[in-house]
Structures are given as C-alpha cells and as structure tokens.
C-alpha cells in the first residue's frame, strides 16, 4: 500500500482530470488514438509514479476492451474513465493489473450510464440549435454551436473522474488492504479471463475466410517455433511483399479490366 502525502494527491487529482479531459475531447482533436487504454495506461502510470505499471496495466485493459466498439445504437462502456480510475487506483493500493480490471470495467460502466443520461440531452440542445442556424442562414453560429456542443456536452461529466480519485482512492487501498484472501483471487482469476474474452470479441469481427488461415499460421508459429511475434510480424509482411509481386490476385492484386469504348448506359462515369 503507498500512501501520498495531501499535495501529491492533489496534483494527480489535477492530473488525472486534464488527461481525461484531453482524451474525451478527441473529437474535437482529431483521431490520435489517445482515448485507448494502451495510451492512456502509461500516462497514468506516469501522472502516478509507476510508468512500467502504467504500461503493464495499459496494455491488459486494452485487450478488455479491443472488442468493445460503437455498432449501431450501442455504447461500449466509457474505457477513458475506466482506464484512468482503474489504473490510478491499482497503482495507488499497490495492486497488479487484475485489480486495474476489476476496478476499472465497473466504472467505465457506470460513467457511461451517466455520460449517455446527461451528456446527450445537451447534445439534443445543441443540434436543435444548429438546425435553426442553418435554416437562418447563420454559418458562423452553426460552427461556434457545433464546437461548443462537445465541451459543454462532455465537459459535464468531466469534473467525475478527478472528484472520484480524490474521495476514492484512501477508500479504494483500504478495500483492498482488508479484501479476503478468497475474493482477491476470484479477481485475479476473473481479470486473467477478461483480456482473453476481450481479444475473441476482437477475433470475431475480423475473422473471414481469407484471413483466418494466417491468423491461425502465425499462432502456430508462436506457439512450437519460439519465434517472438515481432519476427512473426516481420515475416508476414515478407509473405504479403511476396504475394503481391506475383501477382496472384490475392487481396485484390488481380489483373487490371480494361474498358473497352462501349457505351454503358447511365454508368459511364465508372
């Protein structure tokens, strides 16, 4: 268990609340990828004093949540709060990065219930706003409203994580200090089964017909060479550089269709 001194604690409560803050306004940024948990895991183990934890606990919430994407009408859960408050807390009850994940899926959910409860009626707000400025002709209000949708609309729910680190994290380490011996194991167990949940939810979306029989190559190749996943990488690219200097219409790579001078009706222009 660590224990912080009251302006430590402050200036990582302060901390914390700019990284979240930065990386819920991506959208307004572009798209640098800051919001995934292989980002902002080592910036929070910086922010908290341990970076090697930091990335360790980063890159396990990643595979948590590399099958979590937007589809539809569904949400994933908030993995910028999770990820910030799971890693945050952990380092600072000095746990491993099962407790990064048991702590950290919970409060992504929670923050997304409250993210989607409060942050999109105001987004509502703003685009019946816009509707009317463009409909009066007013660019210059459209693209000042449309701006200041995302802050104010996120901007609410901002101030939550640093406030949840600064009244939770002594809460946090003492749960965890006096946790029996039989529950901390059952998270350990539990966090070593969510990457692996996380990566089959990613397996399954990508995996077709074309692709699966290198997928399951290079697992292989893994598993009885030795070789690192570096050197596998390395070497498929070899295989593709290969492939598409044969030729062999893989991946697209066929022969080019000429076109002939013969009308096609109303699709001349492809």
Same mark, same amino acid.
């Given at each position: 268990? /660590? /224990? /912080?001194?009251?302006?430590?604690?402050?200036?990582?409560?302060?901390?914390?609340?700019?990284?979240?803050l930065?990386?819920?306004?991506?959208?307004?940024l572009?798209?640098?990828?800051?919001?995934?948990?292989?980002?902002?895991?080592?910036?929070?183990?910086?922010?908290?004093?341990?970076?090697?934890a930091?990335?360790?606990?980063?890159?396990?919430?990643? %595979?948590?949540?590399?099958?979590?994407?937007?589809?539809?009408?569904?949400?994933?859960?908030?993995?910028?709060?999770?990820?910030?408050l799971?890693?945050?807390?952990?380092?600072?009850s000095?746990?491993? *990065?099962?407790?990064? %994940?048991?702590?950290?899926?919970?409060?992504a959910?929670i923050?997304?219930?409250?993210?989607?409860?409060?942050?999109?009626p105001?987004?509502?707000i703003?685009?019946h706003?816009?509707?009317?400025?463009?409909?009066?002709?007013?660019?210059?209000a459209?693209q000042?409203?449309?701006?200041?949708?995302?802050?104010?609309?996120?901007?609410?729910?901002? =101030?939550?994580? =640093?406030?949840?680190?600064?009244?939770?994290?002594?809460?946090?380490?003492?749960?965890?200090?006096?946790?029996?011996?039989?529950i901390?194991?059952?998270?350990?167990?539990?966090?070593?089964?969510?990457?692996?949940?996380?990566?089959?939810?990613?397996? /399954?979306?990508?995996?077709?017909?074309?692709?699966? *029989?290198?997928?399951?190559?290079?697992?292989f190749?893994?598993?009885?060479?030795?070789?690192?996943?570096?050197?596998?990488?390395?070497?498929?690219?070899?295989?593709?550089?290969?492939?598409?200097?044969?030729k062999?219409?893989?991946?697209?790579?066929?022969?080019?269709?000429?076109?002939?001078?013969?009308?096609?009706?109303?699709?001349?222009?492809?």
């Amino acid at each position: 268990m /660590r /224990r /912080r001194s009251m302006s430590t604690t402050i200036i990582q409560t302060i901390l914390l609340g700019l990284l979240g803050l930065f990386s819920n306004a991506e959208w307004f940024l572009g798209t640098c990828y800051i919001q995934r948990p292989l980002i902002l895991g080592p910036l929070t183990g910086l922010i908290m004093g341990d970076l090697q934890a930091g990335i360790i606990m980063g890159a396990t919430m990643e %595979l948590a949540f590399a099958g979590a994407s937007s589809i539809g009408g569904y949400d994933p859960p908030d993995m910028i709060s999770g990820t910030i408050l799971g890693v945050a807390f952990a380092i600072h009850s000095g746990a491993g *990065p099962e407790m990064a %994940l048991t702590l950290g899926i919970p409060i992504a959910t929670i923050m997304l219930l409250i993210s989607n409860s409060v942050g999109y009626p105001i987004l509502q707000i703003f685009a019946h706003m816009m509707d009317r400025n463009i409909a009066n002709g007013n660019d210059k209000a459209f693209q000042r409203n449309f701006i200041l949708s995302g802050f104010v609309a996120w901007g609410v729910t901002s =101030p939550l994580l =640093p406030l949840a680190y600064y009244f939770g994290s002594d809460k946090v380490t003492a749960l965890v200090g006096n946790m029996p011996e039989f529950i901390s194991t059952g998270m350990d167990i539990a966090g070593g089964l969510l990457p692996a949940m996380g990566f089959a939810m990613l397996a /399954r979306m990508i995996m077709k017909k074309d692709v699966a *029989p290198f997928f399951f190559i290079g697992y292989f190749v893994v598993a009885y060479s030795g070789m690192t996943t570096t050197g596998v990488a390395l070497f498929a690219i070899l295989i593709l550089a290969v492939m598409f200097t044969m030729k062999k219409g893989v991946f697209g790579a066929g022969k080019a269709t000429v076109v002939t001078g013969e009308k096609g009706g109303d699709f001349d222009e492809f």
